[in-house]
């Protein structure tokens, strides 16, 4: 796969300005046509109330996951890492399930509150089974949160076996989607987004450095314990409040930030702003054709990400 060590682009910094300004510009035309984008009936509450908070929400989602996958693809210093490695997107299913069993999905933040409260459940799981391990390593850690994700899938699947009568409506919010987005999510989630993405891009130094190596990172001054657990714990509180309002989209997490390392290199100064960008992009077109490849009806945006994902990995593995 990609090489791990800090490798640099030969772009100048006006040249990775202009790039991003550019990509910028593209976000927002895509923005405005995917507004008048869809059925002719297209009224003016559809617009307002409907289309554009989920076109500002899967923008919000699309730069969140595509970050995240970043941070950990740069942690794990491993490229198939994804956002949901740790298992933290299975236990807000689980919340979500529940919610909709219970029929509190036609309350306001009736699924997004469970979702998030059994992410934040998983995710302490995950870091009391590290605690217990005799070997404290972030690779345990991992171990934990990929077991843990069986567990938390077997559950679901239980779930769905014993209730019937909502078992689409759960598969439809696996598989993700932003039908249902309203402006109280946007706010919820709005202040996570900006004090999650400020903390990383204020970790990206070290971030980088730790690419070299947790030694020469901490013969270099970096406090790689610390940086890994604000990290993980950044990440996750991310991914919780993403996946509890839009549910599972992958592979956004996972070939975004290969894109973006093979057109800008690893540093993580670049890694993350531009997979920000992209990751934007590519959520909003993916959510754009859910709604409307199909009349009448509408497409999980996970299925289009799937399709898209697939191929795409499927070529980096054998290309490599």
């Known amino acids: 796969m990609h090489d791990f060590t800090l490798n640099m682009k030969n772009y100048s910094s006006l040249a990775k300005t202009s790039h991003f300004l550019l990509l910028l510009l593209l976000l ?12 002719a009936q297209s009224t003016e509450f ?17 730069a969140s996951l595509a970050l995240c996958g970043a941070t950990f693809q ?18 807000a299913s689980i919340g979500a399930a529940l919610a909709i069993i219970l029929g509190l999905d036609f309350y306001l933040f009736g699924v997004t509150s469970f979702a998030l409260l059994t992410a934040f459940l ?44 909502e078992m689409q409506k759960i598969i ?62 950044l990440s996750s509180v991310l991914v919780a409040a993403t996946v509890s309002i839009c549910g599972v989209i992958g592979f956004i997490g996972l070939i975004i930030p290969h894109l973006v ?29 859910a709604r409307v490849s199909v009349t009448n009806a509408e497409l999980p945006v996970g299925s289009i990400t799937a399709l898209v994902g697939t191929p795409y990995f499927i070529y980096m593995l054998v290309r490599k």
């Open 261 to 289: 390392r093979i057109i800008w290199g690893n540093n993580t100064r670049d890694l993350f702003p531009f997979s920000m960008l992209l990751g934007a992009i590519f959520m909003l077109v993916a959510d754009t054709l």
């Open 28 to 39: 927002f035309v895509f923005m405005l046509a995917a507004i008048f984008i869809g059925t």
């Open 74 to 91: 740069s942690l794990f210093r491993n490229p198939i890492c994804d956002p949901y490695i740790l298992g933290i997107s299975s236990g």
């Open 122 to 165: 998983t995710l302490l799981l995950i870091l009391g089974v590290t605690r217990l391990s005799r070997v404290k390593s972030i690779y345990i850690m991992l171990l934990a949160g990929i077991s843990l994700n069986f567990l938390m899938a077997a559950i679901l699947t239980l779930l769905m076996v014993l209730n019937h009568q």
């Open 172 to 233: 439809f919010w696996t598989m993700g989607s932003f039908a249902t987005v309203n402006y109280y999510d946007i706010l919820f989630y709005i202040p996570i987004f900006l004090v999650c993405t400020f903390f990383f891009l204020l970790l990206s130094k070290d971030l980088n450095i730790m690419q070299l190596g947790d030694s020469q990172a901490q013969s270099l001054g970096v406090n790689t314990q610390k940086v890994i657990y604000i990290t993980l714990f």
């Open 46 to 62: 559809v617009i307002i109330h409907l289309r554009i908070p989920r076109i500002v929400m899967s923008v919000f989602a699309g």
